[in-house]
């Protein structure tokens, strides 16, 4: 029982399959019939442009059905009405590769071709089903006709390529699109109003076609084309296709009968069979083109509304300020979240350039993003800055940056998405102080001196820099917290740091490296240092400590100097100012001593 369901499949294939056949052999055998003006192949040729649209809806793996009856079609055609017996099999099998190879190239290209949505797609097809595929077939056909019939190669390559490829681009559009269903969806879209006028379009056209081919005094070819635009503006592609099957239709049927304006041409049948069919490829390559590139449009339209209701919602909705500026600069858009972040009126801004209210340090940063958009369309570019709010105050804000191209992919200017970031700036700056500073004296603690050390010694050895580093350490430290508690000891420490603030110069780095242990950064000569950090002992010496409850303690200090030398690493120099310490502190105590 499972497999009933398979074969049923199966069968509605080959069902296809044999009603593809017997078309495909109607207008093989209507074309060869009415259309082998000189003996050779024939002038017109459609069938392909059948076949290949079937085998462009249908999986690869299904293409064996319609290829084998359109090939059996293809032989019985050729027999009766054609080149006879024996070409009948080798030209069967040029048309199948043919339709096989044109539907497979552009399946390759497009894994969803027949839409003819875009221009690429319209393009593809024309050179690959109605150019390059006809040309080489039309080698292998030529090379049959010659042996059957004895006539030129050359000619029958032309009547083969004008026919099937003239053909294919008429015709197969059309066919792709009836076999997709889309006429019957379009009517279902478009409703009763949208039918009643396309059928009023359909009809004047078909009037118009009408006049055109049934009277043979005037050329009036062209007149056909203005109700096809029409039909292609108000009906898109469908409007496209049906409009030429329109003109194909009545313009092969009168033009047979040799009526219109293209019997007039001096020549045989055949000329005027190509003519014909060159007329039709071209109001082909002018609605099709035009009708892909309207589609495009109404989604581009479509995509631009939905954006715009989408930036709308966003710009009601966010925080940050969106802003847009010219490429030079000017504002031409502010957001009404300006109000809040800034204070100012959106239309406070308009005209003026945002570097009119950036921090006169950071307008170059600014600039430098928006030239760098403008120059890279494809990135966005981030810049960190502080700005005026409108009541004089600073903030921190962040921009990104990125620019608006045109059809060309010129810049014309750019958006920003400006988010405030104070409290981040402010969070960040208080860790970075945290990060590097004592937490009981308010100095600089070791990992921030070490930073401003490697420094000083990089610009020492470039320059001839000088400077000094001294090295503190409080004396019998230990004694005094076990003497009278570490709250004390925490009072002597930061007396001491007290001290250094207030002797040394603003530019000097002061510094607890840990414990009772101070270091100092001078930017000084030997001399000049060794004034200071004898300053700094004597003041200490003389300073009573003295808590809350009234305990007095008097304290000393052992300083150990030493200059930074050009070559010398940071490491060098507190090694040597160390070295100098220890001789301090076991000199005496409460001096300063200078490296060896």
């Known amino acids: 029982m499972a497999l009933l369901p398979f074969r049923s499949t199966i069968a509605r294939g080959w069902l296809a399959a044999a009603l593809m056949g017997v078309l495909y052999f109607a207008l093989a055998a209507f074309t060869i019939r009415f259309t082998r003006f000189d003996g050779g192949v024939a002038f017109v040729w459609v069938s392909t442009a059948l076949l290949l649209a079937r085998l462009i809806l249908l999986p690869t793996a299904r293409w064996g059905p319609p290829l084998l009856c359109c090939g059996v079609a293809s032989v019985v055609a ?31 290209r497009f894994p969803t071709i027949g839409s003819f949505g875009s221009l ?4 593809t097809f024309i050179v690959v089903a109605g150019i390059a595929i006809p040309a080489i077939s039309a080698l292998g056909g030529a090379a049959c006709a010659v042996a059957a019939t004895g006539t030129g190669f050359w000619s029958n390559w032309v009547n083969w390529f004008t026919g099937h490829g003239l053909g294919t681009i008429t015709f197969a559009p059309l066919l792709i699109l009836a076999f997709r269903g889309e006429p019957i969806s379009m009517a279902r879209e478009a409703g009763r109003r949208g039918v009643g006028e396309a059928m009023v379009l359909l009809v004047i056209l078909t009037g118009v076609t009408g006049f055109v081919f049934v009277q043979t005094k005037l050329p009036l070819l062209f007149l056909p084309f203005l109700p096809m635009m029409i039909a292609v503006f108000r009906l898109g592609r469908m409007g496209a296709v049906v409009s030429t099957a329109i003109v194909a239709t009545i313009g092969t049927a009168l033009t047979i009968k040799d009526l219109g ?50 930036q709308q919602l966003i710009l009601d909705r966010t925080s940050d300020i969106i802003m847009r500026l010219e490429v030079d600069g000017t504002i031409i858009y502010v957001s009404p979240s300006i109000s809040r972040v800034g204070g100012y009126a959106p239309e406070q801004l308009v005209g003026r350039k945002p570097h009119d209210l950036v921090m006169a340090d950071d307008v170059d ?5 928006h030239r760098r958009a403008l120059a890279c369309p494809s990135e966005t570019f981030i810049v960190q800055y502080r700005a005026m709010r409108e009541g004089g105050e600073l903030g921190w804000f962040e921009t ?43 100095l600089k603690n070791r990992r921030a001196f070490d930073l401003a050390l490697g420094d000083v010694v990089e610009q020492v050895g470039a320059n001839e820099r000088p400077g000094c580093v001294t090295i503190f350490d409080l004396d019998h430290f230990k004694t005094v917290n076990d003497r009278f508690g570490h709250a004390i000891g925490d009072l002597v420490i930061t007396e001491f740091a007290d001290v250094l603030r207030s002797t040394v110069r603003g530019n000097d780095i002061v510094a607890r490296f840990g414990g009772e242990e101070f270091v100092v ?32 303690v008097f304290a000393t200090v052992s300083a150990g100097l030493a200059p930074i030398v050009a070559g010398h690493s940071a490491a060098a120099v507190l090694k040597a100012a160390d070295e100098a310490l220890y001789r301090s502190k076991h000199g005496g105590r409460n001096r300063l001593t200078l490296a060896a």
């Open 400 to 442: 990104h940056t990125r620019a608006t191209v045109d059809e060309e992919d010129r810049p014309t200017g750019v958006v920003s998405i400006i988010h405030e970031i104070s409290e981040r700036v402010a969070a960040q700056q208080e860790l970075q102080q945290m990060a590097t500073t004592d937490a009981l004296t308010g």
């Open 521 to 552: 950064l001078l930017d000084a000569t030997l001399d000049q240092a060794t004034v200071v950090c004898e300053r700094v002992r004597a003041r200490f010496e003389q300073r009573m400590i003295q808590d809350v409850t009234g305990q007095r």
């Open 261 to 310: 304006p293209i019997s007039l041409i001096v020549g045989g049948d055949g000329a005027r069979a190509q003519f014909l069919q060159f007329y039709l490829a071209t109001a082909v390559l002018i609605v099709l083109p035009a009708a892909a590139e309207l589609k495009r449009r109404r989604q581009m339209l479509v995509s631009l509304q939905a954006t715009s209701a989408l």
């Open 365 to 369: 940063a600014v600039v430098t993003a």
């Open 120 to 123: 690429a797609e319209v393009g």
């Open 78 to 108: 050729t027999m009766a009405f054609g080149l006879g017996t024996g070409a009948a099999l080798p030209l069967a099998t040029i048309n199948l590769a043919e339709a096989a190879a044109g539907a497979w190239c552009l399946k390759r």
